[in-house]
Structures are given as structure tokens and as C-alpha cells.
């Protein structure tokens, strides 16, 4: 019961969250003007931008395949479709409940342990955010951008800092001092036990500089091809963005989707691209309308890709038979 209270308030939370920004955007944005704006989007710049995402989304799928390999061996085209089905999840559910639903399907469909996968998507995230706020500071520097957005960025590399020394601290856990003691408390609860093995299994793919090497490289190639969807959705409406300001705009919605929002981050995801471009010079109108773009093509691509991946898992059975049934 509580925790079903408490993933209910979460919810009641994100949505929260997501009105009040949308209200602030209608407050201080003008709306008809925005509108009249996407009237005039050029098609073959939102042809551009949606290929790009679906670039990114690929190698993304690449990235999690790779992290994955050290404990599992699974065939592309089935992680992409996991992939998929967590962005979908993602797209109707709050606090990005959708990364748990990735795991569930990797697990159950290949004979993983769900926990374990869990500890990958965790390497994902921290990497993922490394490079989001690696590239965010590049821009900031670059576009001499001051006030709310340089500050947003610095916490956001504050986080990035303990999120990385927490994964060390994880991987490396068994060979801390007292370690041996606090495994031997642990034994009392035998199933936390063999959750914590489990997730270390999944976080220990950090520990293996080729694999974390090949996950940063794949990150910085995958924000490239977001950071030129955003050049080409502001091509769409006429506006020429620079390289920094595309990689700040693409950044900036990144890091604001951290915050435990509403489905698909509605609401902060449009904020965060209004305040940044107005930094950076970019009428707010135009800001919106690049962000109603591409924060829209990403939800078609997503939640299309999502329901056929979907479709296929359901009639699909286990690669593993057997295994699948008792993953946790």
C-alpha cells in the first residue's frame, strides 16, 4: 500500500510540475505568434530533423547492446525494440518509470536478470549525463552564456560528479574497507543479498574501460545527431542556429528532463527551451516552435517505434526459454 501511495503522489507531483511550467510558457510566450511561426515550417527541414532522430535512437540502441554484452549477448534488432518500448512507456508514464519497463522486457525476453539490466541502464544514465553536461559547458564557455542557464549547468555537473563517483563507489564496492563486515549484516536478509549481486552485475560493465570507452564515444555521437535536429528544426522555422546554440538547446531539454515531471516531460522540456534561447538570442517565439517540433517528432517516432516493437515482443517468445520465466 504505501508504496503504491507513494508512486501515486510521485505522479500527482510530475504532473504538478508539468502544468505549472506549461502555464509559465503561455504566460510569457506569445502563443499566436508561435502558432503562426510552425504554419510556416519548411517540410523537408522536418524531414531532416526526424532522420537524425532516428540516427539517434539507433545508436543508442547501439550503446545499450554494448553495455549489456559483458553479461548478455543480444541481437540488435531486439534491444532497439526494448529501447523502444521503455520510450513508449516513458511517453504516457511520470518520472521516466519507463527505464524500469525496458528492464522488464530485456529481462524477461532474454533470460537476464532484471536487476542486472537495471545496473546497465544506471552505466547509461550516468554516461548519458556526463556527455549532456560535458557538452552544455562547451556551449556556455563558447556563447559566454551567464545567469540561470550557466547555473543550471553547473548543478547539473555537480550531480554528474556524484552520480560518477556513486557508480565507482558500486563497482568497487567489495573491496572497500569493512566491506567483508557489511556482507556478512547483509547475509540476515538473503534475497537483498542477491538483489545487490545482481545489480552490481550490471554496474560492474563500468569497471571495463573498453566497454565504458565505447559507451562515451557512442553518447557523443548520438547528442550530435540530437544537436543537428535541433539546427535542422530551427532551419524548419527560419532561424539559423549556431552549433552552440543547438548544442545548448539540445542539452538544456536533456538536463530538464531530469526533472521527475509529467508523461514525456511535458511542460519542462518547452520551458527549458524557451529560457535558453532567450540566453542565447533566440526570439521566444521561435524558441517554442523548435521545441514543439522536435520535442513532437520525438514523441511520434517514439511512441510509433514503441507500439510496433511492442506488437512484436508480445508475439515473440524468450530467446531463452525457461531462463526468462525466473529473471528478476
Known sequence: ??????????????????AIALAVVARSVDLAATAEVLRSAASGWLVAAAGLIVVDIAIRA?????LVAPVAVVRLPRML??????????????ARLGELVRCHYLGDREGLSRTTALGTVVVERVVDIAVVVAIAAIAILVLSV??????AVLIGAAIA????????VGVAAHRIPGADRLAGTASRWPRAGELTTKLRDGLAVAGRPRTLA???GLSVVAWGATL??????????????????????????????????GPASLGTYELAAVRI????????????????????LILVITTGGGLVALARVAVARPAVEGEAQGAE
Do not use: D, K
Open 1 to 18: 500500500m504505501g508504496v503504491g501511495r507513494t508512486q501515486v503522489l510521485r505522479a500527482v507531483a510530475g504532473i504538478a510540475i508539468s
Open 62 to 66: 547501439v550503446r545499450w547492446q554494448r
Open 81 to 94: 525494440g526494448y529501447l523502444l518500448i521503455g520510450y513508449l512507456a516513458n511517453n504516457v508514464l511520470p
Open 146 to 151: 551567464r545567469g540561470v542557464v550557466a547555473g
Open 161 to 168: 560528479a556524484l552520480l560518477a563517483v556513486g557508480l565507482a
Open 214 to 216: 565505447e559507451a562515451l
Open 228 to 261: 543537428l535536429a535541433f539546427a535542422a528544426a530551427g532551419q524548419a522555422v527560419g532561424v539559423e542556429l549556431t552549433i552552440g546554440q543547438a548544442s545548448l538547446l539540445a542539452a538544456g531539454v536533456a538536463l530538464a528532463a531530469a526533472i521527475p515531471a
Open 277 to 296: 534561447g532567450q540566453a542565447v538570442g533566440v526570439p521566444a517565439e521561435a524558441s517554442l516552435a523548435i521545441a514543439i517540433l522536435t520535442h513532437g
